[in-house]
């Protein structure tokens, strides 16, 4: 069971504000060098970590019980054997940038409208364990974006997360895309072992990628942007270079996908693949 160790006197919070903005049953300070166990541990918003202590803690009214908590991560050092470890998912990577182009409706499907096109080829891609290559293969098209964008076309624009629903359902891929994901959320999916389509803030008409892995240590989130390297939360690109496990470190993630709709993330959410349960909620 991981152990949390607290580097500086701080404040344990039920949700994620300024100490001087809760009420005394709403947090818990805690001095230098104390200790408690916890059952569960995520990144979460603003540099706070989600922490689940093994034991309900009591609030600073002396009364209340807390059954989960938030605190400042730099104040924190986690140990133990169970402590929260690296993934990374083996997910090949696609860039969106040479894709065929396709007309649906007089509407071009150019490469650089492809972005959630691509992601969800990875996606499917990967947990179908390569069954869109082995078809591009057979029909002798270019790549499994190929065959994936004339699916998605029968059910609207590349750009639709319904036609995409649709397009992975065809598949055999029950998802629903959300507008409300937290990053308990994200790394349930992950630790599932399934990738997670995210929707980031970009100019003004967004972006789409796939998380495959996050590390605690380093405090990122590995990415596959099909453009290329983002720098930073920033709209500039190296375009078409790199773009494979990029590391977003937490505050990026916190500018470009938790500050999107009242800090939450809008993502895809895999229930079920060929008709068995990957046990990830529904309704998020």
């Known amino acids: 069971m991981p152990k949390v160790i607290i580097k500086a006197n701080t404040f344990l919070k039920k949700r994620v504000l300024g100490a001087a903005d809760l009420a005394d049953a709403e947090k818990i300070f805690v001095t230098k060098g104390s200790d408690f166990l916890v059952t569960e541990v995520a990144p979460d918003r603003n540099q706070h970590v989600f922490l689940k202590p093994a034991s309900p ?31 990374k998912l083996n997910v090949p990577y696609a860039s969106q940038l040479g894709n065929e182009q396709i007309v649906r409706d007089g509407q071009v499907w150019y490469d650089w409208r492809q972005c959630n096109t691509t992601s969800n080829t990875m996606l499917a891609n990967y947990v179908l364990k390569g069954e869109l290559t082995t078809k ?27 036609a995409q629903t649709k397009a992975l359902q065809e598949l055999g891929i029950e998802s629903y895309f959300s507008y409300t994901l937290s990053s308990k959320d994200v790394l349930l999916s992950l630790k599932a072992g399934i990738p997670v389509i995210a929707g980031f803030a970009y100019k003004y008409s967004g972006h ?22 983002r720098h930073g939360a920033s709209d500039n690109y190296d375009i078409g270079i790199g773009g494979a496990f990029d590391p977003y470190g937490y505050d990026t993630m916190q500018r470009i996908f938790w500050d999107q709709g009242g800090e939450a993330g809008w993502g895809r959410i895999v229930t079920s693949i060929k008709g068995k349960p990957t046990g990830l909620p529904t309704g998020l």
């Open 57 to 87: 803690l009591t609030a600073k009214d002396g009364t209340t019980k807390l059954q989960v908590v938030y605190v400042y991560e730099p104040h924190i050092q986690i140990e133990g054997d169970d402590a929260p470890q690296t993934i």
């Open 136 to 162: 591009a293969k057979e029909q002798r098209l270019p790549e499994p974006e190929s065959i994936y964008m004339r699916i998605v076309s029968k059910y609207g624009d590349t750009t639709d997360h319904d």
């Open 208 to 229: 789409i990628c796939i998380i495959v892995g996050h590390d605690p240590t380093n405090k990122v989130w590995l990415v596959h942007d099909p453009y290329g390297t």
